[in-house]
Nanobody
Framework: QVQLVESGGGLVQAGDSLRLSCTMT????????VGWFRQAPGKDREFVSAISGGAGSARFTYSSESVKGRFTISRDNAKNTMSLEMNSLKPEDTAVYYC????????????????????WGKGTLVTVSS
């Protein structure tokens, strides 16, 4: 059974940086596109970023316009881990961040906003104070 566990959330000030991690157990990590979604209080789930399972030129990343240039997604297939480096954080980045894994593509994950994603983590809270 595939499980995803997020870590790294916390309370930071605007302008600070934070690194989230997601570790997969029970599955072949390299086969999956993995990504991050977030949900702020009272709002719908929002796609943040995704990265495909390939290596080198076959590895693709996708990011929402709201985080481009500030957030960087990466993965280490040897460690079954994906990370999200978040810089220049803003109060509007406050949300519960969820890790997701799917055998489909990152483009689909972004386009469908996570509908039908195979696996989800339980989430980690990021709070950015002004």
């Amino acid at each position: 059974q595939v499980q995803l566990v997020e870590s790294g959330g916390g309370l930071v000030q605007a302008g600070d940086s934070l690194r989230l991690s997601c570790t997969m157990t029970g599955g072949t990590f390299s086969r999956y596109t993995v990504g991050w979604f977030r949900q702020a209080p009272g709002k719908d789930r929002e796609f943040v970023s995704a990265i495909s399972g390939g290596a080198g030129s076959a590895r693709f990343t996708y990011s929402s316009e709201s985080v481009k240039g500030r957030f960087t997604i990466s993965r280490d297939n040897a460690k079954n881990t994906m990370s999200l480096e978040m810089n220049s954080l803003k109060p509007e980045d406050t949300a519960v961040y969820y890790c997701a894994a799917d055998l489909g593509t990152g483009a689909t994950m972004m386009r469908t906003n996570g509908a039908g994603v195979d696996y989800w983590g339980k989430g980690t809270l990021v709070t950015v104070s002004s």
